[in-house]
Nanobody, 123 residues
Framework: QVQLVESGGGLVQAGGSLRLSCTAS????????MGWFRQAPGKEREFVAT????????HSADSVKGRFTISRDNAKNTVYLQMNSLKPEDTAVYYC????????????????WGQGTQVTVSS
């Protein structure tokens, strides 16, 4: 089992920045690829970014490329999502997730999920 707890969400004006954190406990953190997903009201949960077990490979959704950066610190069992140049359409609940795959953009390949943290971007 892996337990994931997100933090860092909040209300920010368009153009602002936030950094989300997700801290894991349980099994070996470095054995999992980590991902961030988001879900806006009335929409499906969608992929945002993923990072490989070692942190050497990352992928981001086209909608956030150049604005969001995923990183991880395996010594701290934590994955981050730095979000810059935020837009109102980034408003959603953001979830971190852990996958036993080496890296994955697919929601169904993630076994463990956090509770989510709300990000609201005002115009």
């Amino acid at each position: 089992q892996v337990q994931l707890v997100e933090s860092g969400g909040g209300l920010v004006q368009a153009g602002g920045s936030l950094r989300l954190s997700c801290t894991a406990s349980g099994r070996t953190f470095s054995a999992y690829a980590m991902g961030w997903f988001r879900q806006a009201p009335g929409k499906e949960r969608e992929f945002v970014a993923t990072i490989s077990r070692s942190g050497g490979i990352t992928h981001s959704a086209d909608s956030v490329k150049g604005r969001f950066t995923i990183s991880r610190d395996n010594a701290k069992n934590t994955v981050y999502l730095q979000m810059n140049s935020l837009k109102p359409e980034d408003t959603a609940v953001y979830y971190c997730a852990a996958s036993p795959r080496s890296i994955s953009t697919m929601r169904y390949e993630y076994n463990y999920w956090g509770q989510g943290t709300q990000v609201t971007v005002s115009s």
